[in-house]
């Protein structure tokens, strides 16, 4: 059984930063693409980054240039360093498990963890 469990999510000020972290277990893991999504009160859930199994990385535009992806095979790890945030960033923030090399729908999810960007 896959489990996604994620960590590092916090309070922090606007222009802080957070490292957000994604232990995997029950999967083979390196296969599969991997991404962060957010969900903030009242809005739909996005995909914020995602990284392939071969290592490309991909973000949405708010974020770029703020975020980093980058996985871990040999751990079965996957973090989301997040730079310069700012107060829209606030929202819980989710761990995915794709169900092949590339994004795809019904993979798994871990339980999120909470960002808030606030003074």
């Known amino acids: 059984q896959v489990q996604l469990v994620e960590s590092g999510g916090g309070l922090v000020q606007p222009g802080g930063s957070l490292r957000l972290s994604c232990a995997a277990s029950g999967t083979i893991f390196s296969i599969y693409a991997m991404g962060w999504y957010r969900q903030a009160p009242g809005k739909q859930r996005e995909l914020v980054a995602a990284i392939t199994s071969a290592g490309s990385t991909n973000y949405l535009d708010s974020v770029k240039g703020r975020f980093t992806i980058s996985r871990d095979n040999a751990k079965k790890t996957v973090h989301l360093q997040m730079n310069s945030l700012k107060p829209e960033d606030t929202a819980d923030y989710y761990c995915?498990?794709?169900?092949?090399?590339?994004?795809?729908?019904?993979?798994?999810w871990g339980q999120g963890t909470q960002v808030t960007v606030a003074s």
């Open positions: 995915y498990q794709a169900r092949g090399v590339t994004m795809s729908n019904g993979g798994y």
